[in-house]
């Protein structure tokens, strides 16, 4: 028989004699009771004021807050302005005087909806958007540590193949070895037996002599021809060279270099990186961009002349000025709509730049190759903010978080990089593949052009390996966009300038083929763009998505829409 105390079945029983079923319950004291009890329920603490309610309607008495300052009152009121619950004595006195007050129960009533509909957001929203932040980490963790291992494993086979290769090459230096010792051995042998018949000679002769010297026979004596002379005449010695093993010396550093460099690793926070979840009813979750066609004939909206002898970048600082640079040391500030030079600023070293950019405040920013700085321009004042050393910096571009973007290549023309800063300092380096090749080519006499797309690629222009080169924010190729046949003017792909839309397109002008490509944020062809283009170099996007074309033959910038 099951106990009565213990069964979950059982009915609900009285807090204070145990036996009885629940009938009532205090709202003050939260205790259960049935009929018989409530008597002594209410004697057993006269200084509450309790609440006996039938048990269905239990909670449903409000309990309001004692006064803080008015001794046994009930705050039944709300100050709003003092944001804190008062009583009526409170309302009456000058601490309150004018204030806006509201009933109680009517703000709990707004803080009760306003916890559900937080709850519901919780619930709905944010919770299961965590499940999926979590989910998506324990993805990359376990991707890591997959990547890590095949990263281990193409070293360790690496490393078998140098010590085949070394074993290999010790075989042959002692095949050449034993080659040299029984070349030379032959020939000492040879030597000797020279040396052995030229003996026994002497050997016969020296008894010839004997038997001579003692005849009587004076026909034979004189028949007798000595050598003597002959031998007197020794042969050459032969002296062995023995070649001498020089080990060429073990320097880790260059070893290293030629094993193949490991890039360091680095971690970045995107506050971009996670989105909430969306759902019906949470109204508030941001949306996509307005998804915009391409126009079937991109036209040409105005051209502006900058009077450079040779033009080579173009930065947008707004919807109505542009920012150019070209093949002398001063940047020029132009009006689009008026065509008009707004200002000039001139590089602190008086080189020319190697490429401009627009921070997300508005500052310019530009590179000095020779002077191996990134310079940025705030109210007319050049400030230094990173200063290279074996390096010199090329293109440059602002991302969405703040950092710059920095391509460069080194001062021996064998090695060229892009690199995250924050400020001054170094976030990431973004140099090679998952196999160890580099990723850009090196070669310091060409134009190096970068820009982040809206899904954080870096997209870099190689003029040399006739490549789009796109890796994602974490340094990892994604794709090498080469070319579209046919190209307008059929030469082989020369991308220089780049840069992105709202669309995620990635545009590059084609200095050889007189235009610019369209590709999709996953290398796919879509449009070309020429307008009668002479040599486009740099590119930039407007936040209307019109398209700024800096050409380097006329020194015109011409801005072009292609987007409907």
């Given at each position: 028989?099951?106990?009565?105390?213990?069964?979950?079945?059982?009915?609900?029983?009285?807090?204070?004699?145990?036996?009885?079923?629940?009938?009532?319950?205090?709202?003050?004291?939260?205790?259960?009771?049935?009929?018989?009890?409530?008597?002594?329920?209410?004697?057993?603490?006269?200084?509450?004021?309790?609440?006996?309610?039938?048990?269905?309607?239990?909670?449903?008495?409000?309990?309001?807050?004692?006064?803080?300052?008015?001794?046994?009152?009930?705050?039944?009121?709300?100050?709003?302005?003092?944001?804190?619950?008062?009583?009526?004595?409170?309302?009456?006195?000058?601490?309150?005087?004018?204030?806006?007050?509201?009933?109680?129960?009517?703000?709990?009533?707004?803080?009760?909806?306003?916890?559900?509909?937080?709850?519901?957001?919780?619930?709905?929203?944010?919770?299961?958007?965590?499940?999926?932040?979590?989910?998506?980490?324990?993805?990359?963790?376990?991707?890591?540590?997959?990547?890590?291992?095949?990263?281990?494993?193409?070293?360790?086979?690496?490393?078998?193949?140098?010590?085949?290769?070394?074993?290999?090459?010790?075989?042959?230096?002692?095949?050449?070895?034993?080659?040299?010792?029984?070349?030379?051995?032959?020939?000492?042998?040879?030597?000797?037996?020279?040396?052995?018949?030229?003996?026994?000679?002497?050997?016969?002769?020296?008894?010839?002599?004997?038997?001579?010297?003692?005849?009587?026979?004076?026909?034979?004596?004189?028949?007798?021809?000595?050598?003597?002379?002959?031998?007197?005449?020794?042969?050459?010695?032969?002296?062995?060279?023995?070649?001498?093993?020089?080990?060429?010396?073990?320097?880790?550093?260059?070893?290293?270099?030629?094993?193949?460099?490991?890039?360091?690793?680095?971690?970045?926070?995107?506050?971009?990186?996670?989105?909430?979840?969306?759902?019906?009813?949470?109204?508030?979750?941001?949306?996509?961009?307005?998804?915009?066609?391409?126009?079937?004939?991109?036209?040409?909206?105005?051209?502006?002349?900058?009077?450079?002898?040779?033009?080579?970048?173009?930065?947008?600082?707004?919807?109505?000025?542009?920012?150019?640079?070209?093949?002398?040391?001063?940047?020029?500030?132009?009006?689009?709509?008026?065509?008009?030079?707004?200002?000039?600023?001139?590089?602190?070293?008086?080189?020319?730049?190697?490429?401009?950019?627009?921070?997300?405040?508005?500052?310019?920013?530009?590179?000095?190759?020779?002077?191996?700085?990134?310079?940025?321009?705030?109210?007319?004042?050049?400030?230094?903010?990173?200063?290279?050393?074996?390096?010199?910096?090329?293109?440059?571009?602002?991302?969405?978080?703040?950092?710059?973007?920095?391509?460069?290549?080194?001062?021996?023309?064998?090695?060229?990089k892009v690199v995250r800063y924050s400020g001054s300092t170094e976030k990431q380096t973004i140099q090679f593949d998952d196999k160890g090749k580099p990723l850009y080519s090196p070669c310091s006499r060409y134009l190096r052009y970068i820009t982040e797309n809206k899904n954080h690629d870096i997209c870099v222009s190689d003029e040399k390996a006739e490549a789009v080169v796109v890796v994602n924010q974490a340094g990892k190729l994604r794709f090498r966009y080469t070319g579209h046949t046919p190209a307008p003017m059929k030469h082989p792909f020369c991308p220089l300038g780049i840069t992105t839309d709202s669309q995620s397109h990635i545009l590059t002008a084609d200095f050889d083929n007189n235009c610019v490509h369209i590709i999709d944020q996953d290398g796919q062809f879509l449009h070309y763009i020429d307008c009668g283009l002479r040599y486009p170099l740099g590119l930039c996007i407007d936040?209307?998505?019109?398209?700024?074309?800096?050409?380097?033959?006329?020194?015109?910038?011409?801005?072009?829409?292609?987007?409907?």
């Open positions: 028989m099951m106990d009565p105390h213990t069964s979950a079945q059982d009915v609900m029983r009285c807090d204070l004699c145990e036996t009885s079923v629940v009938q009532m319950h205090c709202d003050t004291c939260l205790v259960n009771l049935c009929t018989a009890c409530v008597g002594k329920h209410m004697i057993s603490d006269e200084s509450k004021d309790h609440k006996v309610v039938k048990f269905q309607a239990r909670k449903s008495t409000p309990l309001y807050p004692g006064c803080k300052f008015h001794y046994k009152e009930l705050c039944k009121m709300y100050c709003n302005q003092c944001d804190i619950p008062v009583c009526h004595k409170c309302i009456g006195s000058d601490q309150h005087l004018g204030h806006k007050v509201s009933e109680i129960l009517k703000v709990v009533d707004e803080r009760k909806n306003k916890f559900m509909k937080e709850q519901t957001e919780l619930n709905e929203t944010i919770y299961p958007t965590y499940q999926d932040i979590a989910s998506d980490v324990q993805n990359r963790m376990s991707q890591l540590q997959k990547e890590y291992g095949d990263l281990s494993t193409a070293i360790t086979k690496h490393g078998e193949d140098w010590h085949r290769e070394i074993d290999k090459l010790v075989k042959k230096l002692k095949a050449e070895v034993d080659e040299m010792k029984n070349t030379q051995l032959q020939t000492l042998q040879k030597h000797l037996d020279e040396i052995n018949k030229t003996m026994s000679d002497i050997k016969d002769e020296i008894d010839s002599m004997e038997i001579t010297k003692d005849t009587n026979d004076f026909s034979k004596l004189f028949s007798v021809t000595s050598k003597v002379h002959t031998y007197r005449n020794l042969p050459h010695k032969i002296i062995p060279f023995l070649p001498k093993f020089i080990p060429g010396k073990i320097q880790v550093e260059n070893l290293r270099k030629l094993f193949g460099a490991l890039p360091s690793s680095s971690l970045t926070s995107d506050k971009h990186g996670y989105s909430m979840k969306t759902t019906q009813k949470s109204p508030e979750a941001g949306s996509s961009p307005p998804v915009k066609q391409l126009l079937d004939e991109p036209e040409t909206v105005t051209t502006i002349d900058t009077g450079y002898r040779e033009l080579y970048y173009v930065a947008c600082l707004s919807d109505e000025e542009i920012w150019t640079s070209g093949n002398d040391k001063t940047m020029k500030l132009y009006s689009i709509n008026q065509g008009s030079l707004l200002k000039s600023i001139t590089t602190k070293s008086g080189n020319r730049p190697s490429n401009i950019a627009v921070t997300e405040s508005g500052d310019l920013v530009y590179t000095d190759y020779f002077y191996r700085t990134v310079n940025i321009v705030k109210n007319e004042k050049i400030e230094e903010v990173i200063r290279l050393q074996n390096w010199g910096p090329k293109g440059v571009c602002s991302t969405s978080s703040g950092d710059l973007l920095v391509i460069m290549d080194s001062d021996d023309n064998i090695q060229t936040t209307n998505d019109n398209l700024f074309v800096a050409q380097w033959r006329n020194k015109q910038v011409k801005k072009i829409k292609y987007l409907q």
